[in-house]
């Protein structure tokens, strides 16, 4: 029986993990209203369960896990678009305003989304 229960959630979890890499890949992090709840919802998967999930495997909490992809991807447009101004990165990376982008932005990244741009893009 333990062996069953093993070989179960072994299989649970490299559906999750396939669920939440696909959830990754189509960048539905940077959906404005994004819970963990929601994501729960959306994968058919318990709350706490998809909690620990991305706590165990990302080393992480849902909300940071999430703010660190959103900066990821903010990095990745403000180098792929040198014009773009800040508050535009900002609602396409999922915040509702460009000063809490910015505080995001730097507890995760160590400077401003300015400064960063300035010494990235020389």
């Known amino acids: ?3 069953l229960n093993n070989t179960r959630k072994a ?3 490299i559906k999750i993990k396939l669920m939440v890499n ?3 890949n189509d960048k539905e992090y940077i ?3 994004i819970s963990i709840e929601k994501l729960g919802k959306k994968l058919g ?3 706490t369960y ?3 999930y991305i706590n165990d495997t990302y080393k992480s909490n849902f909300n940071t896990w999430i ?3 959103r900066i990821a991807e903010a990095k990745r447009i403000i180098k792929e678009n040198p014009d773009i101004s800040m ?3 900002a609602i396409m990376t999922g915040y509702n305003d460009q000063a809490h982008f910015s505080k995001q932005f730097k507890i995760i990244s160590g400077i401003s989304p300015v400064k960063w741009k300035k010494e990235n893009l020389k």
Do not use: C, L, T
Request: proline share 0%.
């Open 87 to 89: 508050g535009q990165v």
């Open 22 to 24: 696909e959830w990754i």
């Open 1 to 3: 029986m333990n062996n």
């Open 31 to 33: 959906k404005h209203d």
């Open 50 to 52: 998809i909690s620990n």
């Open 67 to 69: 703010h660190n992809m």
């Open 45 to 47: 998967i318990n709350r």
């Open 11 to 13: 299989k649970d979890s």
